[in-house]
């Protein structure tokens, strides 16, 4: 949970290069290898309206504490004037996610096999051994899961942070520095969880590209050892989560009782007003909470930057 949120590459890098050309899949540097930003290039008409549509439905999603608060406020009056506007925000919601969701996962489906396709077909004419091929065929997975899951939650967010803020500051600028008061405990711990998670998924990405091998010999105890060692791995990644977590909740609580106490204490806020403010700090605290995720992506991408295939592989249709 930190202004990490925009530090995610466009391109996955070897290690902490950060060179904005260093090609993926190379360990040498060469420029012939698939990157992010030429898997984009490829599909970059679909996407891109992909991402338009998400973002009219995180603004529509933005927009509606503002109306629900102006709801109460109408009702306890006698108005439904404001229900209204919620019903129809709530409607216009409900549509355009429908409408994104459904389309997303065509493209990206289109995406991810032609993708594997030319990843395969590029290590097998480099005489990689089967295994390992098809270890970082799946691992391949996860440059889609990038434009499909992660970048919509980093948008997302950025919404959630940015918009609650200037929301907030709508109904009481103060509530501005009360709220950005929890990103300095959060750049600090989300710093030490990244080299964290690097470390714990390069170890876990090292056992999975063994998993055929193991499969092939055919040795019961050997597979049982692989397995407790993978599920190992996991483990320690969600432990590490589970600590981010719950010491970032330690700094929520304190921010959410503050915000409450300074809004209220005037004895003038309309109560269609308390519960905008409410669920805007909810929703900062929760676009801060979905850094950690984003975090732990971004050290499985860039340890998986440096396993796949040399060859360009920008599959499907454009």
Known sequence: ???????????????????????????????????LRGLFRAHRRRMLLTYALFNIENLLKL????????AINDLLVGSYVGLLIFM??????????????????????????????DLIAGQRAENIETSRVAARSALSRH????????????????????????????????????????????T?????????????NRKLHDQLEREVDVIEQNRPEEVRRHFDVVG????????????????????????????LVKFCSGGTAEPGDIFAVFRYVLMFIMGLDSVPRIVEQWSRMRDIGGRVGRRPMMGGRK
Not at 63 to 70: C, H, K, S
Not at 88 to 104: E, K, P
Not at 188 to 200: C, D, G, I, P
């Open 63 to 70: 927009a509606q504490p503002f109306v629900l608060g102006l």
């Open 232 to 259: 190992m791995w996991r483990v320690k990644l969600s432990d590490a989560e589970a600590a981010n977590f719950c010491l970032m909740e330690l700094f929520v609580l304190g921010v959410m009782a503050v915000a």
């Open 88 to 117: 129809a925000q709530h409607v216009a919601h409900m549509g355009i996610s429908r409408w994104r969701q459904r389309y997303d996962t065509r493209v990206f489906n289109d995406v991810y096999a032609g993708l594997a396709t």
């Open 188 to 200: 600090l711990l989300n710093m030490a969880y990244s080299r964290k998670t690097l470390s714990l």
């Open 143 to 186: 440059y889609v899961d990038f434009f499909e899951r992660y970048l919509p939650m980093v948008i997302k967010s950025a919404y959630s942070v940015v918009g609650a803020l200037v929301m907030l500051g709508v109904y009481d600028w103060t509530l501005i520095p009360i709220c950005l008061g929890l990103l300095v405990p959060a």
């Open 1 to 35: 949970m930190s202004t990490t949120i925009t530090a995610i590459p466009n391109e996955l890098s070897i290690a902490d290069r950060g060179a904005a050309d260093v090609r993926c899949g190379t360990t040498d540097g060469s420029r012939d290898g698939v990157t």
